[in-house]
């Protein structure tokens, strides 16, 4: 297997994710079949202007989300990737998702592009909380100061949390390898840092059921869900329990 065999020889391997790699584990995908809510698209949810319209709505679609991702596992692929990590063949896992699987999973140099739906925080004043259920009223409101709480999620049109940013820039500059799992690759800045990886020279496996943005670029082409591609290359390197 190719991909067992680039990873084997990598120096400094990264993966990066997409909501692709949680799709098995039940949390419907953006783009592509399925997923959809009502008549809304997700694009017109995920803005700070559909928050300003309609905070309710947009609280609505949070709660149905949070709930899921509460009720959620990860799945095989989630797994294998800490479990690559734990081996010391993976060096990070730089991910789009905001549902916190991978750390779930066990993967411990994580770095959230656009933060967890399993935080919110107030659009008045510095209050943080970390949510253990969907709130109870909606729109929920700062214990502190009164003001709306809204998901901790960089939305459509907002910037990406700086130090993320930052660290996912370096492991890039670092890696000799990534692994892209998952992502249609149409998200900015984010769908960039892999593109970083081949500029200096690194090879891509590029593991999607569906071509993609890094179709044709990348040095493996693995046209598969996740968990087909992870079961056995975990078992080539001799990893599987
Ligand atoms: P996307 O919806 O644009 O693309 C998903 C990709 O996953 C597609 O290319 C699809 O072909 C592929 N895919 C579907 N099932 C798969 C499987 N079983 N295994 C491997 N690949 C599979 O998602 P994106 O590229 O992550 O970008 C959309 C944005 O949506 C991100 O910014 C992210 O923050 C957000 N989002 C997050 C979640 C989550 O946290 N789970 C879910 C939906 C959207
Ligand atoms: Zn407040």
Redesign the pocket.
């Known amino acids: 297997m190719e991909a067992a065999r680039l990873l084997r020889s990598s120096r400094y391997a990264i993966v990066f ?8 584990s039940g ?6 079949s399925g ?1 959809l809510w009502r008549r809304y698209r ?1 694009e017109d949810l ?1 803005t700070p202007e559909a928050f300003q319209r309609d905070p309710e709505l947009v609280w609505k679609w949070y709660s149905w ?1 949070i709930r899921m ?1 509460l009720e959620a596992e990860p799945n095989l ?1 989630h797994k294998a990737i800490a479990r690559l990590e734990e081996a010391g063949l993976v060096k990070a896992v730089i991910t ?4 916190g ?1 991978h750390r779930r999973a066990g993967s411990r140099n994580v770095i959230e ?2 933060g967890s ?1 399993l935080r919110v925080r107030c659009t008045r004043c510095s209050y943080r909380s970390i949510l253990a259920r969907e709130p109870g009223d909606i729109p929920p409101r700062c214990p502190m100061c009164g003001g709306l709480l809204r998901p901790d ?2 939305w459509f049109g907002e910037t990406l949390p700086l130090g993320e940013l930052e660290k996912a820039w370096n492991e890039a500059a670092k890696a000799d390898l990534v692994m892209v ?7 900015e800045p ?2 960039s840092i892999p593109l970083a990886v081949l500029s200096h020279g690194g090879s891509m496996i590029n ?4 071509p ?1 943005r890094y179709t044709g670029l990348a040095d493996v082409e693995a046209r ?4 087909r591609f992870f079961r056995p290359l975990l078992r080539e390197l001799g990893l599987a329990r």
Do not use: K, W
Not at 96 to 99: A, G
């Open positions: 994710t997409g909501a692709g790699v949680s799709a098995e949390i419907p995908t953006f783009r592509g997923g997700p995920a989300r991702v692929a789009q998702n905001v549902d699987l592009l656009h739906i999620v960089v799992v998952g992502t249609s690759g149409v998200v984010a769908a593991v999607n059921p569906e993609n598969m869900v996740a968990t």
